[in-house]
């Protein structure tokens, strides 16, 4: 493969989110594949200082060579990305992460729900341009950018790079572990704390495990929490006091991985009631680690999980219960959904699988 000059473009480079970590290991794989990688952004957390450049340092020729790759990474709506992407003569891939629908947060976030509805927008402008090809994290994220307009033939999937086995590497938490072992059962969901995420839904379907089947269990909710979407979290307290297992939900806050990479070791299922996913990277964590998962079929989770036998289509918190108490009392079924769940990973989400099929992006670009 020729090398290539390579631009990665995001509004927002930060460590440990699920874009970032797209970004910065995606810059990893072109790297070792003798591509020459810079990346730029407007907001760059101190963390990723050494490997970003500020957008507002680069000098306009810069995007006008068309033998370059500009690797646009979208997710929110941006006005500077959008300038570059509407005069650049590089040849550009539209990196589509997904952008939550508004409505999610219309009850409890004026601001959130203004920034997806501009992403949206951005969205519908940005498919217009021509000559884009469209690369979603999932045949879900395609299915939204045909939906507004982009051309079905233009569109590819490549899931999107994380730091898993990174984290496998991580030293336990020993506070973490002491906390979480004994005869209870652990439940667990990672992501932050936000209305797309079906807290709610998990909060149901635990309460009626606790009551019908264990009461020695836990929800444990390991994710960063907003303070501007406080009303949000208030009414997930609220629905757990009513459900009265309130003293069995935790909250965690901001994680270090060390304390992630234990929580997916103490957990006996990993329980994602999502509503709107765009890929879902926990789910591949968890598959990594191999936590049986039990999930609600909705969006891409479909996808990630593959032939996962243990993701259920229909919502019904007694199905999602009754399903959670199958695999904790049965050792072979847990061991068999954490053999596949690991087999999964490494047939469709491990580093080497992921770079060959960059690869593939990269070629087809410059055809």
């Known amino acids: ?75 929110i709506g941006w006005p500077r990305g959008e300038e570059i992407l509407f005069n650049t003569d590089n040849k550009v891939i539209l990196r589509y992460h997904n952008i939550t629908p508004a409505h999610f947060f219309a009850p409890f976030s004026l601001p959130f729900t203004e920034a997806c509805e501009t992403g949206i927008e951005s969205t519908k402008r940005i498919v217009k341009l021509p000559n884009l090809l469209f690369v979603g994290a999932s045949s879900y994220n395609c299915q939204d950018l045909i939906s507004y307009g982009a051309n079905p033939d233009a569109c590819s999937v490549l899931p999107p790079f994380h730091l898993t086995e990174e984290l496998g590497r991580e030293m336990f938490d020993i506070e973490t572990v002491s906390r979480y072992a004994g005869a209870t059962v652990n439940i667990l969901f990672v992501g932050g704390v936000k209305p797309n995420k079906g807290h709610a839904h998990a909060i149901s379907a635990f ?126 079924i847990a061991e068999h959904l954490g053999t596949t769940g690991r087999r999964r990973y490494q047939e469709a989400f491990s580093p080497s699988v992921l770079r060959k099929q960059l690869d593939g992006i990269i070629d087809e670009t410059v055809s």
């Not at 990665?8 to 989110?17: E, G, S």
């Not at 926990?282 to 999980?305: I, Q």
């Not at 918190?317 to 695999?327: P, T, V």
């Open 207 to 332: 309460a009626e495990y606790h009551r019908n089947y264990n009461d020695r269990s836990r929800l444990i909710f390991a994710g960063n929490m907003d303070e501007r979407l406080g009303k949000y979290l208030d009414s997930l307290k609220s629905l757990a006091r009513h459900l009265r297992v309130a003293e069995h939900i935790i909250f965690t806050g901001r994680l270090t991985n060390a304390q992630i990479k234990s929580l997916y070791v103490s957990a006996d299922i990993f329980l994602c009631a999502s509503e709107h996913e765009g890929f879902c990277v926990p789910l591949v964590e968890s598959m990594y680690f191999r936590v049986p998962v039990v999930a609600w079929g909705n969006t891409a989770v479909p996808e990630t999980m593959g032939d996962y036998s243990a993701v259920i289509q229909k919502w019904d918190e007694f199905a999602f219960a009754a399903q959670i108490d199958r695999i904790v009392e049965d050792a072979e």
């Open 1 to 75: 493969m020729r090398s290539r000059n390579i631009h990665l473009v995001v509004p927002n480079l930060a460590p440990y989110d699920a874009v970032g970590n797209d970004v910065a290991q995606m810059r990893i794989a072109l790297m070792e594949s003798g591509h020459v990688v810079r990346v730029f952004s407007e907001a760059i957390d101190p963390a990723c200082a050494s490997i970003a450049d500020p957008i507002d340092r680069v000098p306009r020729d810069l995007w006008k060579s068309s033998d370059t790759i500009l690797i646009y990474h979208h997710s």
